[in-house]
């Protein structure tokens, strides 16, 4: 009989990243990777590794919900996505962490530098779709061109703290 080798913190990783966004033509907000699934820590500790995290977590948020302004400089229709984003945000406040061998709730250093990157990258999101609308198609035409496996290697690579250039709206505002 085989004894069960222990998971390296990569690879337990590499299995909560899990992105699976409009699997099986539907859409649901457990097709974005679980954050109370998360290892207790990334790979590399800097908390731009946690940002870079919560912003890959973002874009994957909005490729699944696709969120579009209703008028210009009017408001911003989040649909669906609206309903979720606390919820998701909330989530990535809250990560496991291990204390005397148990999984608990807790909120670190570590949730809340990913929350920050989350809301960093939807509020990025929101402040084009009020004021430079007509770059929306162009925002969308990025999101399409991200798939699960491209989000999956972004995450990683966050995780790891491997320097990051990732900015889904690099050249459209600010």
């Not at 210009?72 to 990560?95: K, Q, S």
């Not at 807790?106 to 007509?134: H, K, Q, T, W």
């Not at 770059?135 to 972004?154: F, G, V």
Request: net charge negative; proline share 5%.
């Amino acid at each position: 009989m085989k004894a069960k080798v222990p998971q390296t913190l990569l690879q337990r990783w590499e299995r909560a990243l899990d992105f699976r966004i409009r699997e099986n033509g539907c859409e649901s907000i457990d097709q974005l990777p679980n954050p109370l699934a998360f290892p207790e820590r990334l790979l590399n500790r800097i908390p731009e590794a946690h940002i870079s995290l919560g912003r890959v977590l973002a874009a994957g948020l909005l490729k699944l919900t696709r969120p579009c302004p209703l008028a210009v400089v009017e408001a911003v229709e989040l649909g669906y996505c609206g309903l979720w984003l606390d919820d998701y945000a909330n989530f990535a406040g809250r990560v496991a962490k291990y204390e005397n061998g148990h999984t608990s709730e807790v909120r670190s250093d570590f949730g809340e530098y990913l929350r920050a990157g989350f809301f960093d990258a939807l509020g990025v999101f929101i402040e084009l779709a009020m004021l430079a609308p007509d770059r929306l198609s162009e925002l969308h035409a990025r999101i399409d061109e991200l798939d699960n496996a491209m989000l999956h290697e972004l995450a990683m690579r966050a995780v790891q703290g491997q320097a990051d250039d990732f900015d889904i709206f690099a050249g459209l505002y600010r």
